[in-house]
């Protein structure tokens, strides 16, 4: 993401801050990357009900964004981008969750989709089509696509956190977090991260080839929902649909792996 400020100034700033404790060198390193919230709050909101105010999600955001500053280690050579995004996307997310604006009868119903589509996948020995889904919930076609629709208006789906593990804190990192660079290599940490993305490159590999291009478009070229929709033809709700479908495949898919 850009900042605005020259990479010889933001240098600068971190050895200030860092090294010398320099707040106000701190303040301007919060500046200098809030365009990263703001990014990440459109994200975020673009999927929520009307009333999530996007000044709320860029509140929050800010404190993750506070937070990654001051954890932020820049001898471990990872760019503060990569390192930031996930902390401002968690600490948006987990201020969501506290507040419990998802009703119950979204909760269970989701995880009924979940639980059907496990089963079907374990017992077809691959993705079950709408249709199958549909039956093995007592469901008409239309009927779940509503609910999907429902269930991805009012969640916080996201294939970012199947990305996530514990960092000896506690808290939620980025695996590109957890990756140490060549200078102070971590074999045992780089390999247990790189056993956790395989097994999610594996996941999005079974998925039927329409989640797999919503997957791609979505999370790494970076298009928008309704870009995508216009990409496969589709409406918007449609690829919100199977947006939340693929995520739902992907969680089942790890918790069993």
């Known amino acids: 993401m850009e900042t605005g400020v020259k990479e010889v100034e933001l240098r600068d700033l971190w050895r200030r801050y860092k090294d010398d404790g320099d707040e106000g060198a701190r303040e301007r390193l919060v500046v200098a990357y809030s365009p990263m919230v703001k990014f990440v709050a459109g994200r975020l909101g673009a999927g929520l009900p009307s009333h999530v105010e996007d000044a709320d999600l860029i509140s929050y955001g800010l404190f993750g964004l506070i937070g990654a500053i001051e954890r932020f280690e820049p001898e471990r050579g990872i760019k503060f981008e990569t390192f930031a995004m996930t902390r401002i996307r968690g600490a948006i997310i987990d ?15 989701a995880r009924e989709i979940e639980t059907a589509q496990a089963k079907l996948e374990h017992e077809l020995q691959r993705a079950p089509t709408e249709a199958e889904l549909a039956a093995k919930l007592n469901l008409t076609e239309e009927e779940l696509q509503a609910a999907l629709l429902e269930i991805a208006n009012s969640s916080v789906y996201a294939l970012d956190e199947l990305w996530t593990v514990s960092d000896s804190s506690g808290d939620q990192v980025s695996l590109l977090d957890t990756i140490a660079d060549d200078r102070a290599a971590d074999p045992q940490e780089a390999l247990a991260s790189t056993e956790v993305k395989d097994l999610l490159t594996e996941a999005i590999g ?5 989640e797999q291009l919503v997957v791609a478009l979505y999370y790494y070229e970076n298009l928008t929902l ?3 929709g216009e990409v496969l033809g589709v409406t918007e709700s449609r690829v919100s649909q199977l947006h939340t479908k693929a995520v739902m495949r992907l ?3 790890l918790q069993q792996g």
Request: charged letters at 40%; proline letters at 8%; hydrophobic letters at 25%.
């Open 206 to 210: 079974g998925l039927p080839e329409r």
């Open 226 to 228: 309704r870009e995508i």
């Open 95 to 109: 201020e969501l969750r506290s507040l419990d604006w998802v009703p119950r009868s979204v909760r269970s119903r």
């Open 251 to 253: 969680k089942s898919s």
